[in-house]
């Protein structure tokens, strides 16, 4: 059962390398810089651009909200961010929600985003409650592709032509995780 408050709370994860911390204003320049890297825009398809008055707006309202969880990836040692993550969309009767992530550039290749993905799938399915996390990747971006399927996700659809980037068409990959050894799934 998806715990109501559980949304409301902006917890701080802990793993060996990374800490999950709540996305504020102390990370809205590294946030903003992150999103105008060219490669991180194509990786997330990212078409707007954010002003950087427009993420200091948005992660100051972070805190409040209570329909999402948004959390930035820090380095436990020195407090560097190395990107952020999103819990989002959550349907309570249904029991599943969205996730995505956004790592720096120099973060990729490192083993830090399924380090990151682990934590919040944990949060998403013992503290939350949730059954099913889903996610879309981009048909190009192999990389987290495996990184998904490393963590637990499994590819359930694909979206033609559903990403115009550069000039081309790209399919929009479906994966979801489901809670590990849930009853009702066992029971089938």
């Avoid at 954010?50 to 999402?68: L, M, N």
């Avoid at 949060?123 to 971006?141: I, K, P, T």
């Avoid at 998904?148 to 694909?158: D, H, I, S, T, V």
Wanted: one cysteine or more.
């Amino acid at each position: 059962m998806i715990d109501a408050t559980a949304l409301a709370e902006k917890p701080v994860l802990e793993g060996e390398r990374i800490r999950l911390v709540p996305l504020s204003e102390r990370h809205a320049d590294a946030f903003h810089g992150n999103f105008q890297d060219p490669e991180t825009r194509r990786l997330t398809g990212t078409h707007q651009d954010w002003t950087r008055a427009g993420i200091g707006a948005w992660v100051a309202q972070c805190a409040q909200r209570t329909d999402r969880l948004d959390l930035a990836i820090e380095d436990r040692e020195t407090g560097a961010f190395l990107g952020e993550l999103a819990l989002s969309g959550i349907d309570r009767d249904n029991a599943h929600g969205a996730f995505r992530i956004a790592l720096v550039p120099a973060a990729t290749g490192r083993g830090l985003g399924p380090e990151a993905i682990r934590l919040l799938l944990g949060h998403a399915f013992d503290r939350v409650g949730l059954h099913r996390v889903q996610l879309e990747v981009y048909s190009y971006n192999e990389r987290a592709r495996r990184a998904y399927e490393a963590c637990g996700f499994a590819l359930e659809g694909r979206m033609r032509e559903a990403l115009y980037w550069d000039g081309a068409w790209h399919d929009v990959l479906l994966m979801a995780a489901l809670r590990p050894s849930d009853p009702a799934r066992t029971a089938q």
